[in-house]
């Protein structure tokens, strides 16, 4: 592109006829999904923004109220409520199915027999659709006849009410969002294969032992698939829904009203779609922080090949 | 893509590639020949990209243009299975008896509003849809719906041909925006064989709250752990309380919101004292094992409830996943100086869009769909209630009428029958009456603090609408 007569500082490059051609038919061939990203990603997503200084209810004109519809975020109790509930499915959650995520990958990359078979078991309930899979875990948690109950009596433990207790409700999901661990197992698996063999026969011929090999290399050339892992935990938890809108609908006593769904019933149930758009704004800021502060905080990432 | 991509790409490729090197003499004219030829293909390729576009775009013009030629309205409705089929029926009877408009029907679940709000909010909404009765003010009064009375005028019906209290039943500052398909109401019904097993008559439901919370005490059953077995009642619809107790949630004369009314702080103390008396984290527990109430494992078809609010859709329920059970239906308990003929009411409207293509055939069709011949025949196929006079006396309907269903009808006709509030904030304010009870049942806010902020709340969304 940038190919071409030399230029006077300040003036653009000039593109030959030809240029401008392949140009335009590059533009011209990526157009639907230009067209597609415009229309229903961008313009959605600009709208939102304006929307969210709207009183808006999606069949009348909206009408400008400027940060009033921040102000009744603050005060609103419930907001505060989702966002709790969020932050503490996120804080438990992600550190829990990382770390399990991790020492499934790393049992699953020991050479045995049936590999193939056992990655497959692992991974598989990733692949069931998340409402077959709410609606299951629903009666494994049921108080009386669910078997998580069931098998805590065996051992002589009174299982909790679980989802349909406030104080059980949130450990109950965090519990069954470990159900998905297979996805990040699956990316760690690759990480572990790319770390070079020639690392640990360095370790071993130095006398490393398992935990220093673990520790001083499998760790660190792990720390990039890791961060992903963790950013992907991040935004798949804040954004949390499908299982929750099917398991307990934000109940008991809104112990599992989620961000998401909050947001949900403003826009669909009360016609607030311009506080449920200030909301989305607000849960972009505070993604957005914490990926800055994750960002910030990542000198543990080790990158192969830079200083 | 850039040049040197191109220029790689071309000696590939099948189309041209042979040609290229059949003209190609020296390096340098081969080069150039290669551009002209980029060129063309280039050309080709956008004469492709502009066909392909531009049939598209047309397609998607000249198709809603085609339909609308042949007179013909789309109607959304809400019914699956058999009770779709029977709403199907009456669709073709009246597609085969006129040949002016042709109804074109989908089965459209309501769901929530999503599905309301974007084709509303669209340029080309459906002629006809169901809605739930809670949209259709939020609706109406943001201007996305059709104004019914003059159309109703014209067609010669008014208030005298529905159900006492249903003809104001989605307006809004009366205006008329639905007509409902059908209706549900609510009752008392009790479980006989679980009142004769404990000793109470079987045929003496209570008739005050306080013989309510004697016999639901006497009928609760809990197992050595403490655990529920069965429960005698559990007051699940809370605003019925609110009206048995004198209460309201609105003043029917001027719309004003009575959230913090004096009856239904009566009735939200006395649903706090349900739920300290049997613990709510128990009986969340409890209902956690229920079964899906359209099913044999509902909790009352199964003894686990003993006495429950339950609409009329029950008569046929119960035929059909509960043959053996032996119920009773009546009106709801209340406490002295309270109403003591409390008649819940919900349901579902039908709807004309104000941007629908095709209104006066929309209207021509709900008009014929709302007489009383065919509204017996949907009610019937669906065991609701019809919202006509002259369609509960039709034979079609008659015939279908047990005397638990007669006790239903009896309710609308003599009960006082109220609907959710006709305001524009729709769910919002039931959504706040869920939050005042989850704040009564964690003890956070006094019955009266709870209702206030509800109150407040509501208001406050009003406001956006004045």
Do not use: C
């Not at chain 1, 061939?29 to 709208?47: D, E, H, K, Q, R």
């Not at chain 1, 049936?114 to 998340?130: D, M, N």
């Amino acid at each position: 592109m940038a190919r071409g007569p030399a230029t006077a500082p300040g003036t653009r490059p000039k593109m030959s006829a030809k240029q401008r051609r392949e140009l335009w038919l590059g533009l011209a061939f990526v157009s639907p999904w230009l067209i597609g990203f415009v229309v229903f990603t961008l313009y959605p997503v600009v709208a939102s923004f304006y929307f969210s200084f709207t009183d808006y209810n999606v069949v009348s004109a909206p009408r400008w109220v400027g940060l009033r519809n921040y102000v009744d975020l603050w005060n609103d109790p419930l907001f505060a409520k989702s966002l709790y509930n969020t932050l503490y499915l996120a804080a438990i959650g992600i550190p829990v199915s990382l770390f399990l995520s991790l020492v499934i990958a790393m049992l699953l990359n020991r050479k045995m027999r049936f590999q193939g078979v056992f990655r497959t078991i692992y991974f598989l309930p990733s692949v069931v659709p998340a409402v077959a899979v709410a609606l299951l875990w629903r009666w494994f948690l049921n108080p009386d006849f669910g078997p998580v109950n069931q098998m805590l009596e065996a051992v002589g433990i009174a299982g909790p009410g679980w989802l349909a207790d406030p104080t059980w409700s949130k450990p109950a999901l965090v519990l069954t969002g470990l159900w998905g661990v297979g996805g990040s197992m699956v990316i760690y698996l690759a990480g572990l294969q790319n770390v070079p063999v020639q690392l640990y026969e360095a370790a071993d011929l130095d006398g490393a032992s398992a935990w220093q090999r673990l520790r001083y290399v499998t760790l660190p050339m792990l720390s990039p698939v890791i961060l992903f892992n963790l950013i992907m935990g991040i935004i798949t938890s804040f954004q949390a829904f499908t299982n929750i809108y099917v398991m307990t609908g934000g109940g008991p006593s809104n112990s599992t009203l989620v961000y998401a769904l909050y947001l949900y019933q403003n826009a669909f149930q009360f016609f607030r779609m311009g506080f449920a758009s200030a909301m989305a704004w607000v849960l972009m800021v505070i993604t957005a922080g914490a990926l800055v502060l994750i960002f910030r905080t990542s000198g543990w990432v080790y990158y192969e090949g830079r200083s | 893509m850039t040049n040197g991509e191109h220029r790689n790409a071309i000696p590939n490729d099948p189309m041209h590639g042979a040609a290229g090197a059949r003209n190609g003499h020296g390096a340098e004219a081969r080069s150039d020949r290669r551009a002209t030829r980029v060129t063309i293909q280039h050309r080709r390729s956008l004469r492709l990209w502009l066909t392909t576009w531009s049939t598209v775009l047309g397609l998607a013009l000249v198709l809603p243009t085609t339909a609308m030629a042949q007179t013909e309205i789309t109607f959304w409705y809400a019914w699956g299975g058999s009770e779709g089929q029977a709403l199907q029926a009456l669709v073709d009877e009246y597609n085969q008896g006129q040949s002016e408009v042709q109804v074109r029907s989908s089965f459209v679940p309501i769901g929530d509003g999503e599905r309301i709000l974007a084709t509303l909010a669209g340029g080309a909404p459906p002629d006809l849809i169901t809605v739930w009765d809670w949209m259709v003010v939020p609706l109406g009064a943001s201007g996305a719906l059709t104004a019914l009375d003059e159309p109703l005028a014209a067609a010669g019906v008014t208030e005298a041909d529905y159900l006492p209290g249903i003809w104001t039943y989605g307006s809004y500052q009366g205006v008329k925006y639905g007509l409902p398909t059908t209706l549900n109401v609510y009752g008392f019904m009790w479980n006989k064989d679980v009142f004769a097993e404990a000793g109470l008559d079987p045929e003496a439901p209570p008739r005050t709250i306080a013989e309510l919370d004697a016999i639901a005490e006497q009928l609760t059953v809990t197992d050595a752990r403490g655990n529920l077995r069965r429960l005698g009642f559990f007051p699940n619809v809370s605003s019925i309380y609110f009206y048995a107790f004198g209460g309201q949630l609105y003043d029917p004369e001027t719309l004003e919101v009575t959230i913090d009314h004096p009856g239904n702080v009566a009735a939200m103390e006395w649903l706090a004292r349900y739920y300290e008396t049997y613990d709510i984290n128990k009986i969340r527990r409890f209902q956690a094992g229920w079964g899906d109430l359209a099913s044999p494992y509902n909790p009352f078809y199964r003894g686990q409830l003993a006495m429950q609010e339950g609409g009329q859709w029950e008569v046929a329920f119960t035929r059909q996943y509960a043959p053996d059970l032996n119920w009773g239906v009546t009106t709801f308990p209340a406490p002295e100086g309270g109403r003591p003929d409390v008649a819940p009411v919900q349901g579902s409207f039908w709807v004309v869009p104000a941007r629908a293509t095709n209104q006066d055939g929309a209207l021509d069709f709900l008009t014929w769909l709302t007489a009383p011949e065919q509204s017996a025949r949907f009610a019937a196929a669906l065991a609701n209630i019809p919202p006509r006079q002259a369609a509960l006396d039709m034979p079609v309907y008659r015939e279908t009428i047990t005397p638990e269903l007669q006790t239903y009808i009896d309710m609308l006709l003599t009960g006082y029958v109220y609907t959710p509030p006709p305001l524009p904030v729709g769910l919002y304010l039931s959504e706040q009456l869920n939050q005042a009870l989850a704040a009564v049942q964690d003890g956070t806010a006094s019955p009266r603090e709870a209702l206030e902020t509800a109150q407040r709340n509501v208001l406050r969304e009003l406001e956006k609408y004045r």
